[in-house]
């Protein structure tokens, strides 16, 4: 019996030395599975900008390189199979704080509207599953513009960043802030009725103005806001509920600001 050397994949292999005919017909190794399955994991990762995706991909992967046995006819040291497992990890890691940075708005940390779009196909699918409303929130800051030309934009910062901190504290773990652009904010609520909307919305109005005043024309100020709130319908996309919530929001700005108007439709 011969030995030979092959340095494919980077791995020593010992190689027994039958006819061509019988080396043909001999079974692929677990490690020559294993490669090809990381082959062609590699080219979906490639195919993809889904981060959930992507960190789906590398969990399986992880999970196989644990699980692989490999034969007799293959040689792999144990270190390097850790090395994979750990190289794996950390990217999987990077991937998931990249994802969290690009979904994230920086100044406020709520979810930005990159964001919004993942949460909000994960949160529908599951209410479509599970026969259960989601509850979609438009708030807009009342009187923001006048905030800034008075006080400065370093305080308008300061007025958004106190709303998304008072809406995290009074929210449940499973409500989601998210900015959607300027002064206006998207609040998802999963499982809820109307009335149960109203009454979370109301108690976040309720602790922002009692947590935050503005020094505004020689006297201290509440910060309010004004919100149109809609219940997603069975198989309802994002565009259309937010704009029903968009038209709630914009009949609460008409009846005085600093209230909640559940939409019709």
Do not use: W
Request: proline share 3%.
């Amino acid at each position: 019996m011969q030995k030979a050397t092959n340095n494919k994949r980077g791995m020593l292999r010992l190689v027994k030395s039958p006819n061509l005919v019988e080396s043909e017909q001999k079974p692929m190794t677990d490690s020559e599975k294993y490669y090809r399955q990381v082959q062609q994991y590699a080219e979906q990762i490639r195919n993809t900008r889904n981060a959930d995706e992507i960190v789906r991909i590398l969990d399986i992967v992880l999970s196989e390189t644990r699980e692989v046995k490999f034969s007799d006819e293959a040689f792999v040291a144990q270190e390097q199979v850790k090395l994979a497992e750990q190289k794996i990890e950390s990217l999987k890691n990077e991937v998931e704080q990249l994802r969290n940075l690009v979904q994230t708005d920086q100044m406020t940390g709520a979810f930005n509207r990159r964001g919004l779009e993942d949460i909000f196909k994960r949160e529908a699918a599951r209410a479509d599953r599970n026969a259960q409303s989601l509850g979609v929130v438009m708030v807009d800051l009342d009187d923001f513009k006048r905030i800034n030309d008075c006080l400065g934009h370093p305080y308008g910062d300061n007025v958004l960043i106190s709303l998304v901190t008072v809406a995290k504290e009074t929210l449940r773990p499973t409500d989601v802030v998210v900015r959607f652009g300027g002064e206006e904010f998207v609040i998802l609520l999963p499982d809820v009725e109307m009335n149960e909307a109203l009454t979370i919305v109301q108690r976040i109005q309720n602790n922002l103005a009692k947590s935050s005043a503005l020094p505004l024309e020689n006297q201290l100020m509440p910060i309010t806001f004004s919100a149109g709130i809609a219940l997603r319908a069975f198989g309802e996309n994002q565009n259309s509920v937010i704009s029903r919530a968009d038209q709630a929001l914009y009949q609460a700005k008409r009846m005085g600001k600093n209230c909640t108007i559940p939409s019709v439709a």
